[in-house]
């Protein structure tokens, strides 16, 4: 059973506009969410995180929102550049030193 | 800086046949993690090591071994290897474990393309 769920398997967006990437997840014991970045032929890069303490956390271009009470999570990007085209994968974690992977949505940033 | 580095990144092997995976973590890292990557799935977390013993299990099958030697590199030894077993391995590294609410980031290395024929 999928514990953390990336329902949309590709997204596009023009670019300088917004990207929202969104992330469900079953587990309540999950209490630290991270997203991460993959480039074909190298491995996912670490993003930007949220512990289950806030609601939102800011890095530069990238905000992720966490919404506890719908186990929801959302990473925006804005503007969107072309170099964010790339695989996104939503994972979490409870507590532990395991990540639990969603199956990832592809971004396009589109010209 | 330096990153986790993992050998071979393209291995091909037939059924049956053995297979070993290395991946030397960022220096002073101690923590080694082990993730499997199946076409179109998700990486799927295999197994983890910290300070040379293992410090968490995932779906890893019987199988497959691993351990974390006295340099923190670690190697992944897959036998009777099967079809299914085609994947993208990678390997990531942290700083110590994860407590709850502080969560020590993993470093992924590029990863090693398994190929079983």
């Known amino acids: 059973d999928q514990q953390v769920k990336q329902n949309s398997p590709s997204l596009s967006v023009q670019e300088g506009r917004i990207s929202i990437l969104n992330c469900d997840y079953t587990n309540s014991m999950f209490d630290y969410f991270l997203w991460y970045k993959k480039y074909p032929a190298e491995g996912p890069t670490f993003l930007i995180s949220?512990?289950?303490?806030?609601d939102k956390n800011e890095d530069g271009r990238f905000t992720v929102f966490l919404n506890k009470s719908a186990k929801h999570l959302s990473l925006r990007i804005v503007p969107s550049q072309p170099g964010d085209s790339a695989v996104y994968f939503c994972a979490a974690s409870a507590g532990d030193d395991k990540i639990i992977f969603g199956k990832g949505t592809r971004l396009h940033i589109l010209p | 800086a330096a990153g986790v580095i993992q050998s071979p990144r393209h291995l091909i092997k037939e059924k049956r046949e053995t297979a070993t995976l290395k991946c030397y973590p960022i220096?002073?890292?101690?923590?080694v993690y082990w993730y499997q990557q199946g076409p179109g799935q998700d990486p799927q977390f295999l197994i983890s090591f910290y300070e040379k013993m293992q410090s968490d299990k995932g779906s890893i099958p019987d199988r497959f071994s691993a351990q974390q030697f006295s340099d923190y590199h670690s190697e992944l030894n897959m036998s009777s290897l099967e079809l299914g077993d085609s994947a993208l391995y990678f390997c990531?590294?942290?700083?110590?474990?994860?407590?709850?609410?502080?969560?020590?980031?993993?470093?992924f290395g590029p990863g090693t393309r398994l190929t079983v024929l």
């Open positions: 990531a590294s942290s700083l110590g474990l994860g407590l709850a609410g502080f969560y020590n980031e993993q470093f």
């Open positions: 949220i512990s289950s303490i806030k």
């Open positions: 220096p002073r890292h101690d923590t």
